[in-house]
Every structure is written in C-alpha cells, then in structure tokens.
C-alpha cells in the first residue's frame, strides 16, 4: 500500500463500508477476527451492497456474505490478476481517473522487459546478487523516490550515484496508447490471466469468476463504489505484499481510492499494530516510517538527509521531522552543530527481522531477548526453531498476563516432555514480568484505520502487575542511574542525553501517559507549547516532535484520541471521536473523491471538493491535500517539494503525485504483481517456467527443511492457518479465561468429507499432521464448509488449522505453527503461513518420531538456474515496514 | 409497573462471534460448563444451562440460504435463550413462589428462595432451567433484572456487533420483527418467519417474550415445532375435572335430594 498510493495505512474507515455498493472480503475473515468492525459490513448488506468473500474456507464470513468464493490457498494473484484483465479487456476502467489520478500514462523506460518475455522474470536480475536491479523499471528519463516500501532496495551503493529528479510530466501518454506507457505493460502483463487461467491455478469456475468481475465492475465509477478488505490471508505469502499490490491496481483501474465505501482495508492483527508501526517496534524504521540510518552508506547526517528526502512530493520535508525528532530524544544536546546527535542513533549493519534475529539466536549472536506481549513459542512459525533459540539465549524477559509458554519454554515444550531436551541443560536465565491490562493503564490503540483513541485508566494494576509505559520507563531510569560514572565516556552519551523527564503520578508513581503524547504530537522548545500539526515542525531545531505523522494529537494541549462525541451528534465521517492521524484525515488521498476540476464524481459519493469562493478545500472529512491548493494549479519545473504537487495530484506523499499502478521502484520482486507458487505448493506454476518468487527469503538450514517444490509424495495436501473468535492469536489472552476457553476447547483440523473418507479420519476423533518441521495432533472436524477444489482434472484437498493452543492454559493442544517453515516475502519479511503443503494421517501422534522417506531435494524445480545464487541468509536490507499487513 | 421487555433476536444477522455467551457469562459470573471439543460444527456449549443463559447454535445444511444461490450450503447462527414465556410452565410451576413475573414482564428466579425441587426444570418446554449440580438451585436467564434496574439493557443485546439481538418494548420489537420478515420476502429470502412472536402463533406458551426469526424449521435450531406449557393442558384438564367434580357433586346432591324425596314420599 505504502509503495502504491504513498502510505502504509488502510485507507478507509470501518464505518465507511456502510457507503460501499459491493465489498470484497479476500484474505480476510472479518466476521470472526473482526466482528465488531464487521456491524458495517452488515449493514451495507442491509442496504444493498453485494458482499463477496473470496476464501478457502467457509467461514463465519462466508456464511453471511452474498457470494463465497473458495479459492486454492497462495492464487490470488492468478484471481486479481484476472480482474484487472477483465477490466481492461471489457474497457471497464474509469477512463479520466485512471488518467488523470494514476500513473497509466507514465512511458517506463526502454530497458524494461516484462515476465512475459524472460520465463517469470523481470528485466534486471542480477543472477549473483539473487535480486534484482530496479533501474530498468524506471520511468523514461526519471528516477522517484518510493514513498514507501524498500527505499533501501539498492542498498550499499554510494549515495553519489542515486539521482534525484522530480517527475516530468511530460512523458506520458495521456491517450494511453504508447506501446511503454503503463497502461499498455499492464495489458500485456495480464493477458493470460484469463477466466480459464483463473479456473485451472484457483478452482474457480469460470462462471463464479465472471459473476464476482462484473459485479465488482457494475459497482464502480462516478456513482458507485467497492471497497477490498484484507488482512494477514493476504501478508502471510512469500507474494504477500503482490497481493495487495493488486488489488491497488484494480482499486486505481475501478477509481475507488480515496471516495467514499472505496478504497483498501487493511485489517490488522490486534489492537494497536497499527501504532506498533507508526511508533515502530520495527527494527528499520523510526517513527513515522523515516528510515533507520544504515551503517554502510548513511556514513552522516547531510548523507543521510540527503538520502531519504525526495525533491517532489511530501517527503521534501523530511529534514523537518527527522530534526524535531532528535530534539525530541536528545533535547538541549541535540544542536546544529553536533548534527543534532546524529551519531547518537545505532546503525543498521544488516537485515534484524524476526525471523533472521530468532536464527541469529540460535547461532550465538543474539544474547539477550525482550519479549513483550507476544507469545512466539505458540505464534510464530516453525516453534522448534524459536524455542532452540531461546535456549541459545543467556536472558529472556517475558512480560505478560500469565507465565506463556515463550516464558515456560524450559520447562514444558514439547522437545522437553519428549525428553529431548533436558531442563537442567539450558543456560538461559529466564525473567517474568507480570502486565497491566489495559483496563489498569493510560494509553491510546492506535487501530486498523489509523485512529488514535485514548483509555483511561479504570482501577490500580494488581500486585507487580506494571504497564509497559511504566516498565520502559523505569527500566531508562535504572540505565541511566548505571552509567551515571561512566558519563565522560562518549558512547554513553545517548544515554546521558536522552530526555527521560516524564512526569509520574498515582500511588505507584507512574509516568505520565498523556506527556508522551505531549512529546509525540511535538512542542515548540522555547515554551513547550504543543504544535499544531506537522506543518508547523521546523529543521532548525526549534520544535520537537516524537512522531511527526502524530503531530496533531494533543494540539491545543487536549488530548485528541480521548474525543468521544458520539455519532449522531456530528457527520457520518465522525471527526471528533478519537483522532486518526495524518492531522485527523479519515479517507486516505480524499482529492480523489473530487474529479480533476474538484467537484464531486457524483452527488451520491460525495466527501470533498473545492469551494471556489473560499479558494479552499472543504467537505465531510478533513481534505487530504494541500487545502489551498487550486485544482487549476500546476508546478513549475523549478518547484521543489510540497510545490511539485500539482491540484489533480491526490497521492501527496508520492513523488509524483499519482497512485502507482505500475511500481517504478519501492519493491523487492517486481513493477507488478505476478503469480508465483508458494514455497510448498500442490502445482507446478500455471503461468511461468520461474515456479517461485525468485526474490523470497529462505532459510536455507537443516533446522528449517523444506519439502519438495510441488507434488510432493510425502506431503500432498495443502494447508493454511488461521484464528478463530473464540480466542486470542497465541492464546495469552484467551486460553487462560473460562468463558472464552470452553467456546474452543481443543485444537482440531478441518478436513472435507471426501478428505476424512480418503484418510480414513473420523468427526470426533483424533489425527495427525505432518511436515518436516513438525508434527502435531488435532481432533477432526469433518464439515462440508471446507470444499475440496477441481483443478487440471485433479482433485486438490486443503486442510484448516487453527492456531490458538499449546502446551499451557486452561485449555490445550498442539500449536499448529510448529509445522511451519521460515520463508518470507522480500520487501517486508513476514512468514508464508498461509499456503504449505502437509500429510495427515488418522489418530493420535505416536510417542516414536515419525521416520519420513528421504528425498531427493528438488531445488532446481523451484527455481530457474539463474535464480539459484541466492544468498543463503543474510538478505541485505528489507523494508520500510515489516510488520503484519503494514504495507 | 413498567412496560413489558423482551428480546427480538434476528438470526438472519447473526455471524456466530458468540460475543453474547461470553457478555452473559461475565456480567453474571457464571462458571464454564466444562471444556469439551463436540465436532458440532462451532457449538462447543450445546445447549442452555444452569451456568449458559445465551447460547449460540450452529447448523450446517447443505441447502443455499436463498434459492438460486449458489453451492448448496448455508451455515445458520443462531443465539438462543431463555424466552420468558407470556405462560411460562417454569414459574406455574414453582411450589415455593421463588419464580416471579417482574416488572419488565420476565420470569425471574429468585436464588434466595428456590429450594432446589426441579419441578420448573421438567416444566419448561424448550428446557432452558437447569439446577445447577454444586448448590443445587435452578437457574437461567434474569433479562439482566440487575441492569434494566439500573437503566441499562442486558448484556448480550449490548454486545452484539451486528444487532442481532434487539432489546426493547415488546409490542415496539413485534412491529420491526413483521417489517423485517416483509423485507426479507421481498429479498427473496420467503423461508423467514417468526418463531413465537405472539400468542397466535404459539398458543402453548402464549407468545415469547424473546422471539426469534429463523429461516428454517425450528427443530434445525433445537427448538419444539409446537411448544406448550405443560401447566395449560393441566389447567384446562383442572377445570375439566372441576366440570366433571361439579357435575358429580349435582349430581350427589340430586340424587341426595330425589333420594330424599323418596324417603319423603
């Protein structure tokens, strides 16, 4: 999302889906993971909206969807890619929106070759580095920054070399006929995604699919729109962020963004990853998605600057955030002169994402772990792997509700009830921290739509429960006291000059949770007075800010997120419940709800417009642009930043302005989204020689094995893992409660009547699944509602695991993501757990370790010679955001 | 007394998140019923209880929601509870008086007086009370007397995302309940009805003070077709009998009398 339209965020609020006239819920549940958010769904339905949940299973949002659509686990590139065929083929697009608002009629450069033409690839891979090169995918003549994405994807090179333009705008093709415009790569691109294609790599009969392309297309243009609902059914892909990048190109082509019921709903996981992004717990990102410095090229500040900040579009005010935000940390210290404590900030030396850190433990360079509010034993893939790296670990602090598996690896694991592992022989010394509900704690969720909502602190924590807030805090306080005598030394210094004044109230003398807010919304330092947005930050030092795209938030000196007017007491969009952040704009890149002259598409979709006696920008929701800005105006070719965003450029944090349905640069594996085989998959790849996204991450390792590329003897079915309502992802906040444990007692698997008649399993009764990571045991659940799919005359059987159990709690079971390997996405490394292949096998798991049949490895099949040079682990630098769903 | 408060649960809305079992049993501290994997679909509670007053049914049929859908598969929800009968066979029923009409027009039972006998339990025709095994009293569903005292309305209908669960004036819910089976009819959706909306419809109980819409027959969501209240054959059969008694004592006191006469005589 972030490389397509210019940020990470969803792009709509849930109560806009009530606008929506069809909605497509793919890669998503959202009846049973977001029920509450899912009241606006209902009630477009109510209202006439056609719902259509395109899933494998039928699920709880099938069930009250007008049309389910199953599709095999790892296609929906093939589906998607197939509805932007259709759209172009029946010349369904909306013609002035697509012209005007997106980048079809950029003219890309002449290098550039197509999947098409090199077997799966694109052009510019560099067969020894195993990635690409994305010069080729350049416009003609021009280089953009990427908003966001990887703005790191050529790493390493020398800052001279990167040159810095501002689009021209004179290479396109408004008439969109040029052979290289984007329009016409699009075309050839996606012309053998055809309903037959879809039919033979998704199961999805032709019909079914024709039915759900016109729908969504009847459902588009001036008068109507549709929205795309996502969440990790779409992330957790090694062609995760493809996916989505799909659907923002259909989305474009349908001219939904930015309108009312459009747009792109990213759910996320649970409350406030959204806010664990925006104020990251990420390794390469600093608040407000500027890039973490990177030791190799980002060698000062000037470099550094000089860098990330773009010519054109918004980010040609980085230098304002990035100075407000050292004089945030660093205070008084931070001057002009020392650079504003630059150096203070660690450099990255290489990729430290989940997956590549809990591998670092294993191997002996990791030594210490916080774990806080997440329970990877049970949640994160391949648990064998994560809890030998614990065992590598000389400390872990695990702060949590209860003692979590993660805290009890030692203990009761399954390697150490196998006898495996001997407790008495792991060295690393273990801290529990018992948490504060929110309920006992001041604090805001930042959730799915961006929207910042404070709660209040109800009754005191319990015992030696503490907040989070209160633990960091009082955690710097001790550093800081340690290194008290040590202060002459210089690299003590950001210790000794990190602000660390919050003020502490209550019995348990907490720190203040409305003074960070204070110091996130940002102050000008002379009189600590709260700014009024972003726009009023400064780079010479005389205002701070925590988190600029936060600035906004406690302007007034109120704090914003707790504004609770009810909704019938304001418009439909609701501006003063809460506060969503950037400056409290609820639809992403609004201007688009105005056609070019800014005046509504339509009277129905109406949101903002110009208003030519005010000269200004007005509407239900708080215009996502320049509010002064004329639509008439255009930027010389002198301009620089905010000045090169034209009036008919919606997408402000773009450098060019203009939703990216092709991707000049930004991404890992490619300008478009293209279909490649999971890891493990039960097919050959339908559409290209090149069966794997040549760019995934792997982990090549003896602890991380890998089956066969495709039909794999061992292990022919395909499965997929997901949550349910009754509990909580990892269980920490669910398995430990009554009422929510005797809803889903135990881990089962479902499996289709005709798959529990093939492997002989009974309703009830108990099975076995395999992978070369692991084994577990489930009890079945045989139910129609799991459908096996036709395909290329074959019939294809997928297999449902819930992942909520382990080994502790009221109520247990095995952790299905024992069964999981590492391999990942490139641009944002998040695991492929939804599409692996499997064996199950009827009744319990035996005490002796399954003997699998040795194989050959079939690597070659996976990939093409020319991507066979991989490098093994290390992986340079990922993403700009590499968390779930943030892209 | 205050006006009459019912439930309209619209099962056509519901998306099965069981939100109201969990609300239930929170605002009401009820224990679990134990933990047990079924293989029934997602219903893993299966029933009403002494410790479940809302509980969630889910039924799986291989029939389309509408006709001309598409596949031949629907998965129905359904969020059931006790329907504090106009006749409610539980607190007829109650030889101690520790079940009470309130105020709102529910069936309360009032835990400081029941004595545990279990004759509402085998009274109640949609087997919704039940005694709780450690203390031995029965209990259901209260239409959270507790916070109608206080304003509020009961926990489940509160929590429900998706409306499914109305709360309100009885006669005010009747009337959105016909509308809302209108509009599906106009759907397409001819299969909805109202499941004890009123005494017509179901005469054993006189009419629920919760009612339901449903798509399918009653017995695909566990509940009776044709309910009835096992004290209003008995009262009709008392009052029979009493015919029958007075018909009898005439009878006597005639042949008293005649017999008399022909003594006198």
């Known amino acids: 999302m972030g490389t397509s339209f210019g940020r990470g965020g969803a792009t709509d609020f849930p109560g806009d889906l009530v606008n929506s006239d069809v909605i497509v819920i793919q890669g998503s549940n959202m009846a049973e993971c977001h029920p509450v958010a899912f009241r606006w769904v209902m009630q477009a339905r109510e209202r006439g909206a056609t719902v259509i949940h395109v899933d494998p299973r039928f699920t709880r949002t099938s069930a009250v969807a007008n049309l389910h659509v199953p599709i095999r686990a790892g296609s929906d590139i093939v589906f998607l890619g197939g509805i932007i065929r259709h759209i172009l083929e029946t010349e369904q697009y909306f013609r002035e929106y697509v012209v005007t608002y997106t980048n079809a009629a950029a003219i890309i450069t002449e290098d550039f070759r197509d999947t098409e033409e090199l077997e799966g690839f694109f052009s510019g891979w560099d067969e020894k580095k195993g990635q690409y090169n994305t010069r080729t995918w350049m416009y003609e003549g021009v280089n953009p920054e990427p908003a966001g994405g990887a703005r790191e994807s050529e790493a390493g090179k020398k800052a001279e070399s990167i040159q810095r333009q501002p689009i021209q705008a004179e290479k396109t093709d408004p008439t969109l006929q040029h052979p290289r415009c984007v329009f016409q790569i699009l075309k050839r691109h996606y012309a053998r995604y055809t309903p037959e294609m879809v039919e033979e790599a998704c199961g999805i009969s032709k019909e079914l699919f024709l039915r759900v392309a016109d729908t969504l297309c009847k459902n588009s243009g001036r008068e109507r729109t549709g929205a795309f609902v996502y969440a990790v059914g779409w992330t957790q892909h090694s062609t995760g962020v493809q996916f989505i990048r799909a659907a923002a190109i259909v989305q474009s082509l349908l001219g939904n963004m930015g309108r009312p019921g459009g747009g792109i709903l990213a759910l996320r996981g649970h409350a406030s990853i959204q806010g664990s992004t925006d104020i990251p717990t990420l390794y390469n990102i600093l608040p407000g998605y500027l890039p973490m410095p990177k030791a190799q090229h980002d060698v000062d500040l000037e470099t550094y600057l000089k860098l990330n900040e773009s010519p054109s579009g918004w980010w040609g005010e980085y230098r304002k955030y990035f100075i407000s935000l050292m004089k945030a940390w660093f205070g008084e210290a931070a001057t002009e002169e020392?650079?504003?404590?630059?150096?203070?900030?660690?450099?990255?030396?290489?990729?430290?994402?989940?997956?590549?850190?809990?591998?670092?433990?294993?191997?002996?360079?990791?030594?210490?772990?916080?774990?806080?509010?997440?329970?990877?034993?049970?949640?994160s893939m391949n648990g064998a792997l994560q809890r030998k790296g614990l065992r590598a670990l000389d400390w872990l602090v695990v702060r949590d509700f209860q003692v979590t598996e993660t805290a009890d690896f030692w203990r009761d694991a399954p390697e150490v009830v196998r006898g495996e592992v001997k407790p008495e022989e792991i060295p690393t010394e273990v801290f529990f921290f018992p948490a504060a509900a929110h309920t006992e704690k001041d604090g805001s969720f930042t959730n799915t739509q961006r929207l910042l909502q404070w709660h209040h602190k109800a009754i005191e924590p319990k015992g030696d429960t503490r907040s989070e807030l209160d633990f960091i805090f009082k955690l710097g306080q001790r550093l800081k006291n340690l290194y008290r005598n040590e202060y002459d030394q210089p690299r003590n210094w950001p210790i000794r000059d990190l602000t660390w004044d919050y003020p502490t109230e209550g019995i348990l003398n907490e720190p203040s949770a409305e003074a960070v807010l204070h110091e996130i919304n940002g102050y000008t330092v002379a009189d600590g007075k709260p700014v009024e947005g972003f726009t009023s930050l400064k780079d010479d030092g005389s205002t701070a800010c925590g988190c600029w795209i936060y600035s906004g938030a406690y302007r007034n000196g109120e704090n914003q997120a707790a504004r609770r007017k009810p909704h019938w007491e304001q418009n439909w969009v609701a501006p003063e419940w809460g506060w969503a952040w950037p400056h409290n704009r609820r639809v992403l890149y609004n201007r688009a709800s105005a056609d070019p002259d800014g005046r509504p598409w339509s009277e129905r979709k109406k949101l903002v417009w110009w208003d030519a006696q005010k000269q200004r920008w007005e509407g239900y929701d708080i215009p996502d642009f320049i509010v002064e800005r004329p639509p008439s105006y255009r930027p010389s070719r002198e301009a620089r930043g905010k000045d090169t965003i034209s009036g008919v450029d919606p997408f402000v944090m773009q450098a060019d302005g203009k939703?990216?349905?092709?991707?000049?640069?930004?991404?890992q594996d490619g300008p478009l989204p293209t279909h490649y085989e999971p890891q493990e998959s039960v097919m050959p790849n339908p559409l290209y020689p090149q069966q794997c996204n040549p760019e995934r991450m792997e982990w090549l390792r003896k602890d991380n094995p890998y089956h066969q590329p495709f039909d794999d003897p061992r292990f022919p079915y395909l499965l997929t893992t997901y949550r349910l309502t009754e509990h909580h992802t990892a269980g920490g906040m669910s398995r430990w409660l009554s009422w929510l444990s005797e809803l889903q007692p135990e881990m089962f698997c479902e499996v289709s009547p005709e798959l529990a008649m093939e492997r002989n399993l009974k309703n009830g009764g108990w099975a076995t699944i395999r992978t070369m990571r692991g084994e577990i045991e489930a009890r079945v659940l045989v139910t129609e509602r799991i459908r096996p799919l036709r395909m290329r005359g074959r019939i294809f059987h997928q297999i449902g695991l819930p992942y909520h159990w382990s080994t502790k709690g009221l109520v247990r079971g095995d952790a299905a993501n024992d069964l999981i390997g590492f391999v990942a996405d490139p641009n944002v490394a998040i695991q492929e757990s939804k599409a692996f292949t499997a064996m199950i096998e009827p009744g319990r798991l035996s005490k002796a370790h399954y003997k699998l049949k040795k194989l050959p490895s079939r690597e070659k099949d996976r990939d093409l010679p020319r991507a066979q040079n991989k490098p093994e682990t290390k992986h340079g630098y990922k993403a700009f955001e590499a968390k779930e769903g943030n892209v | 007394m205050a006006a009459q408060k019912g439930f309209f649960t619209d099962t056509t809305l519901c998306i099965g998140c069981k939100a109201c079992e969990v609300a239930c049993k929170q605002w009401n501290q009820l224990p679990d019923d134990g933990f047990l994997f079924t293989g029934m679909s997602y219903d893993n509670t299966v029933h009403l209880g002494a410790s479940t007053w809302r509980h969630v049914a889910f039924v799986e049929r291989p029939v389309p929601m509408k006709p001309g859908n598409d596949g031949a598969f629907s998965w129905l929800f359904s969020s059931d509870v006790c329907k504090h009968c106009a006749r409610a066979g539980c607190l007829e029923s109650c030889p101690t008086g520790a079940i009470i009409r309130t105020e709102y027009g529910s069936v309360y039972v009032q835990p400081d007086v029941c004595n545990g006998c279990g004759y509402c339990i085998v009274n109640c025709p949609f087997g919704v009370i039940d005694r709780r095994e450690e203390d031995g009293r029965a209990w259901k569903c209260t239409l959270c007397y507790d916070r109608l005292r206080a304003d509020m309305q009961p926990a489940c209908a509160k929590s429900c995302p998706t409306e499914s669960i109305q709360f309100g004036e009885i006669a005010e819910l009747r009337e959105r309940a016909e509308k809302r089976v209108e509009k599906l009819h106009e759907q397409g959706l001819n299969s909805a009805y109202l499941y004890g909306a009123n005494a017509a419809q179901q005469p054993g109980t006189e009419g629920l003070n919760a009612f339901f819409l449903l798509v399918d027959k009653p017995e695909m969501y566990n509940l009776p077709p044709n309910p009835t209240v096992p004290t209003?054959?008995?009262?009709?059969?008392?009052?029979?009998?009493?015919?029958?008694?007075?018909?009898?004592?005439?009878a006597a006191i005639g042949s008293a009398l005649l017999g008399g006469r022909e003594r006198a005589s």
């Open chain 1, 338 to 379: 020392n650079d504003w404590c630059y150096d203070y900030l660690p450099t990255l030396t290489g990729d430290h994402s989940h997956m590549n850190t809990v591998v670092d433990m294993v191997d002996g360079s990791v030594k210490g772990y916080f774990v806080m509010g997440e329970n990877p034993s049970v949640g």
């Open chain 1, 659 to 667: 939703a990216w349905i092709f991707a000049p640069t930004g991404l």
């Open chain 2, 232 to 250: 209003k054959p008995a009262k009709a059969a008392w009052g029979s009998m009493a015919v029958g008694v007075l018909g009898l004592a005439l």
